[in-house]
């Protein structure tokens, strides 16, 4: 959210803190803040009165302005189709710095445009810097003295920009709730911005009355007298400020209330209405509305519109229609304001990717009390300009009330640790605007009714703690006495036979819960339907059952990886391993209900796979004491059939086993004892180097005798320090010999190493894999 500076002191008259330390005090306190940059006019920028419109003589899309200050008269070529005789607007004499489309900066000079000389220019709002609009010339109020400088008039601000969190969305997307928010934290005094009374409600507004309204709180107020007009050049800054276009007075005011307050409102041109019976409902399928932005909508049921005799002339909360919406010509209007569900609002704005700053508050909740304020605010302003009210409709059939909070200030200091008096603890909670009642011991606390974050006694605490500032917390160490509790039975057989495995060669793998079907036409397994369990809101077709078995996940593992099997370790057998759950149906479908079963399971593959996994499995076997010859009870071990699509694309033999982990427990002769590791030797940190890398591919051809190991060591032995990386990424046998291509990563911890550097030891390490290995360099 962008920020005036200059608005916020209006509502802190009080406010002495510059820019930069008004960002640091909310960045630190409330939400992160930064000084955004300034809003100024270049002090050359005139404003100069249209006295005179021609056609350019050469060109159909140019006219000739001839503007006047009061003394002199000059001829600009302009081609923005929005100017006419009599209105003020911004002219830049040669010599004035403007900016173009890319935001870049240049210098008016006096040019010559189709045969016609200009010495100057009409200026857009983007040409001055401070909005990207370029639709047309920036018409200026008609109050303005003619001649003077327009910065005169529009005084230079600083704009900083909030990263509003979603919980104080319902107070902070407004310059009064920042006000206040700053306000809280240095104790100052926020100056209210002034309200208009208004009229007791009535059944109808020149002759339109409330229909169905299906949402908390729907107000409307009626006016006449409007004048379409430009607004106050201040009303325009605070608007360019916030990031806003200004359009005309009567749109302005509900803006600049919406960036004030934080309510949206919308004024329809009552003439313009369809009918009289005024409504909100969910549209209808496919209903199709054309809004202010001249797009055509389609609607569906999930979607809220504002109805006039049943049809719809806005998208409730979002953006209204072109039918009705305000225009040169409106002399009275419809105030709505309304309160919608903010699930509806998001889900509307998303769908349609129509994205306002209305949908953008809305779809963040506001509170139905703020209505009142909102329409009362922006009633005086149009008040102000000349309007008069002609009546007033509210349904607000249930009261939106804050919940009372009984809240022990103690828990304050309980919470941070730190000694925080109670008096301290209700002037906070009474400069963030909440009422506090402390004749009892547990107090009775109600937050401000835009406070939709305050609801607990934890909310309270957190809002004391932040305002105090979490920096004055002090850090103290934890003082921890009490001893650890002994693991329990399998928790030590889990993490025993995970060190079994790990000694034996095995990887841990984790797998999802999901069984795959792919994985299962693997292996040519089928999933038992009549004990499976269906999962309601599965994350793809093919995993829409619980596993029943932890095989088939190993076996998309390793499938996964197919292209690194045996690649760093040749001379070890790999084999990878999973501690975890399947899932089934109580004794095998008969009863109701699911049951979680803890299994083991592991594959090893090559020539040795199956000796690595009998050996492996005789060895859990033993570690419960349990005899071999119980195998069966337990679990299966096996080869994998060579006629599955698994083990053709894998070709290479792959041993399998899975073991019953809960029947194992429950079944072992002794108990475990397993002891937690809380020494060993030290790891020793090494510190990324913050020098750039180099890196070189080596592929070389040695004797199928030679290993990978004996490589990657030379390697490593040669370059030293200079060696942060060695990746094997290619082998293949050809005529007896084996190729290897290797990917060198060069790199030192002290300095940024040169070609020379790279050179002279990459040589060098193909020397010694010549002279070592009778390698050769391919």
Known sequence: MKISYNWLQELLPDLNSAPKDIAEL????????????????????????????????????LQLATITNGLEKITVVCGAPNIKIGQLVPYSPPGTALFDETGQDFTIKETTIRGVTSPGMLNSLRELGLHPEHAGIWILPDDLPLGTSLADHFPADTILKAEITPNRAHDCLSHLGIAREIAALLALEVKPPPLAELPQPSSSINGISLGDINIPRYMAVGFTNLVAKPSPLCLQAYLLASGAKPHNQLVDITN????????????????????????????TDGEKITALDNEVYQLTRDDLVITIDDKA????????????????????????????????????????????EASYRFARGLDPNLIDISTRRVAYLLLTSGAKITGVMDYYPKPSRRPVIKFDPNQVSQFAGLNIAPDQVKDILIRLRCQVDDTAHLWAVTGPDDRLDLNIPPDLIEEVLRVIGLDKIPSRTPNITAASRPLSDRVQWRELTRDLLAAAGFTETYNYSFSHQPSLDLVGQTLDKSIAIEITNPISPEQKYLRQSLLPGIYGHLLANKSKLGKRARSVEQAIFEIGRIFTRGDEGIVEGIVEIEHVAGISWG??????????????????????????????????????????????????????????????????DYQLTTGGPGLKYQASSKYPPVYRDLSIIVSPQVTIEQIQGLIEDTGKDLIADVDLFDEYQHQGQTSYAFHLKYQSPHRTLTDQDIEKIHHKIISVLTKELNAQIR
């Open 256 to 283: 600049y209330v919406m960036y004030e307050i934080g309510d949206p409102t919308h004024l329809f041109d009552d003439q313009t209405l369809p009918g009289q019976i005024l409504g909100v409902r969910p549209a």
């Open 26 to 61: 909310l960045t630190l306190h409330s939400f992160e803040t930064e000084v955004a940059g300034r809003l100024a006019v270049n002090p050359k920028v005139q404003v100069r009165k249209i006295i005179k419109l021609e056609p350019h003589p050469n060109a159909d899309r």
């Open 313 to 356: 002339v806005a998208i409730a909360g979002i953006k209204g229609g072109a039918a009705t919406g305000i225009n040169p010509s409106t002399t009275s209007g419809l105030l709505e304001s309304a309160n919608f569900p903010p699930h509806a609002i998001q889900q509307t704005a998303g769908r349609l990717n129509l994205s306002t």
């Open 607 to 672: 020539e040795e796979g199956q000796a690595h996994i009998k050996g492996t499995v005789d060895d859990i076997l033993d570690q419960f004491s349990i005899s071999r010859t119980d195998l069966s009870r337990f679990g299966q071990v096996g080869l994998l059939d060579t006629d599955t699509r698994l083990a053709q694309k894998l070709n290479t033999p792959v041993a399998f086993f899975e073991l019953d982990f809960d029947r194992l427990i429950n079944s072992a002769e002794r108990d475990p």
